[in-house]
């Protein structure tokens, strides 16, 4: 919608920079789990569109499953204490499993998450995200797949959301102050 271009600062991803830069990450998959089954576990709910993409994009066989995690403290998602609002359907036990995320940001759910998963007696868990901002990592994570690594600025759409807003956009882009700076209504 055009009202939503005002929004940003700028536009930092295509469409098109992302569908490549995915089944770029793809065929690097594909080689790594050429004879296996795989396990997609996508976050809730930044994670649905490149889900969606990343999966669609793959040639192997795959299954998906979904989680919904939420941070909490202080009203910030900057404790790094997480709780599962929606836990996973499948068993992990033996499986290969590929959490999928929309970006890494201080990286504190993220590491939550693996030691989670790991404990549930998985062949392996790795981490595909399309986004990883470098200058705000708190907890070191080491993702298998990466997109983009991007500045440390508020970036929404293609699943990443100013609350709850922007999702939908199918580029990446820089939000501008003033949506999140003046009060609204
Ligand atoms: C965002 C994003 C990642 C997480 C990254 O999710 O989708 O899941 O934050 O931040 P971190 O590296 O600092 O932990 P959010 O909690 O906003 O929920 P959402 O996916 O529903 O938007
Ligand atoms: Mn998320
Ligand atoms: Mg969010």
Known sequence: P???????????????????????????????YAGEDLLLVGVLRGAVMVMADLARELTLPIEMDWMAVSSYGSGTKSSGVVRILKDLDSDLHDRHVLIVEDIIDSGLTLSWLLDNLRSRGPASVEVAALLRKPDAMKMRVDPRYIGFDIPNEFVVGYGLDYAERYRNLRGVGVLAPHVYSTPSQ
Do not use: P
């Open 2 to 32: 055009a009202d939503v271009e005002n929004d940003l600062v700028r536009l930092l991803l295509t469409e098109e920079q992302i569908r490549g830069r995915i089944a770029e990450m793809c065929r690097e998959i594909e080689r790594d």
